[in-house]
């Protein structure tokens, strides 16, 4: 999901497009699946859900408001740190789902499989999410709390922000009755897991350690046709005692599986060790 752009328009034009896909693939989880079921996890839109249910304000014209107040706070208390990035994705939130509310009312659940719907309620904001934290992103909310605090007390974050999701949760066991309140417990307990998976499977790449004989067309492959680098080092056969040579690079799966089909057709005795990682650092992956 990473990209480099030599051009800061292009570069500004990818963002702010994975921004808004994101923010509207969110949206389409919370609006369609997660009110009409009453599911209380998530931030804002967690609390909305129960806000709703005991006053005249509608979930989307609370997460509005909440947001609204949120990002007032998040200017005040954190300043130039406060990127315009948060505000953006917080601000098409919250017209989303105000809009969507306007043009397609959903008085009643999509269908009548709950299960169905927790996955999609889970499932889509938790990608949405990954996505924006992937580009150094949030879509607001609880994430504003969560900057107030790291800068002015000392307290534990992720508890903090459990809690109040904890506290959502628990409402919902005394507004909506037990079914919908194990249901949103559910949602809070796989909410963080699902959102650390969809970030490790965008950022996944292949390593590759590479024991050859002649490393000069498989380099020449990998920096010409696959614009990708290599380190190479001398080696020794531990039982043969013949001098190998080791190519070791890193490259995206699609290009991983181009390197693996021109190695078994230049070098087919080659030995290569692949291995998955999703945190590289550095040129042409994340930065530091």
Known sequence: MTKEFKNP??????EYGLITASILVMVAGVYF??????FAFGGVTGFSTVVSAVTRLSAGEFTFA?????LLAGFAFVGRQFGIKTVYASILMSVSL????????MDRPLTSEPVLELVFAILLPAVGSAVLFNINASSGGTDIIALILKKYTSFNIGTALF????FAV???FFIFGPATGLFSSLGLMAKSLMVDGVIENINLCKCF?????DPLPICDYIINRLHRSATVYEAQGA????????VMTTMKRGQAVQLRNYIRNVEPSAFMMVTNSSEIIGKGFLSN
Not at 33 to 38: C, I, L, M, T, V
């Open 66 to 70: 909440a947001n609204m107040v949120l």
């Open 239 to 246: 039982f043969t005692h013949h001098k190998k040579t080791v």
């Open 209 to 213: 350690n590479i024991v050859c004989d």
């Open 33 to 38: 699946f997660k009110f009409p079921n009453h």
């Open 170 to 172: 628990a409402a919902s």
């Open 98 to 105: 105000s809009v969507l509310e306007k043009l397609c009312p």
């Open 9 to 14: 328009v292009m570069k500004f034009l990818w």
């Open 163 to 166: 809690l109040a999701d904890l």
